[in-house]
């Protein structure tokens, strides 16, 4: 597969798939409060837009990749079925099936997160620059609202200077090699501070099939 690659999406997806972020609850997690967050896990099926959500709502990393809640189990509320199985989400499981090859039966994780400021600056990605621990992730843009910065920086290596700084604005889908690279996100800051602002993603994340 490619290192990384950027692509676009049509609007019409955004538009379908943004209001639901409204919708994400706070957890008990270290970041809970600030990281809003659904998680589902979908089987590829033969059809090439098919998918069966699969009964799981929980999610762990080991510390070798995750330093901040690393060797925790964290539980979340599934996304909502009509989100799941709408067409905007076929479309984006497809685009991302397609651009990184992958089989059928192939489990893809799908995390809905809306990052929300708290006082002067937020950490969108706490944990700093790593890897998640896959062979393929996908992040994908939905909405930016009063906010500066929440840049995804793209390593070489954990020391190294990033060789990417992009903005995830809504309509963009950026997938990289999660054995070879590294990525991080900057933090993020609101233009008013006198009203919240947030930043909507889906992060898609696999392992083939081997």
């Given at each position: ?40 896990v979908i ?23 995750n330093d ?37 039966n192939t ?104």
């Open positions: 597969m490619n290192l990384l690659r950027l692509d676009e999406f049509n609007h019409e997806i955004v538009r379908e798939l943004a209001p639901s972020f409204h919708n994400l609850p706070s957890t008990e997690h270290k970041d809970g409060e600030y990281r809003l967050r659904r998680y589902s089987e590829l099926m033969l059809e090439p837009k098919a998918i069966k959500a699969l009964p799981i709502n929980s999610f762990m990393q080991t510390d070798k990749y901040f809640q690393g060797n925790v189990e964290r539980k979340f509320e599934n996304i909502e079925e009509d989100v799941l199985y709408g067409d905007g989400m076929k479309e984006l499981v497809y685009s991302f099936r397609m651009m990184a090859s992958l089989p059928t489990q893809v994780d799908i995390h809905q997160m809306r990052v929300l400021t708290t006082l002067e600056s937020t950490a969108i990605s706490p944990e700093g620059v790593h890897r998640d621990g896959y062979d393929v992730i996908s992040m994908i843009g939905i909405t930016r609202h009063n906010i500066l910065g929440g840049n995804l920086l793209v390593y070489d290596n954990q020391d190294s200077d990033h060789f990417v700084s992009l903005p995830l604005d809504g309509g963009r889908m950026v997938t990289i090699n999660d054995r070879k690279l590294w990525h991080n996100g900057s933090s993020i800051i609101p233009l008013d501070k006198n009203n919240k602002g947030y930043m909507d993603v889906f992060i898609f994340t696999a392992n083939y099939n081997l």
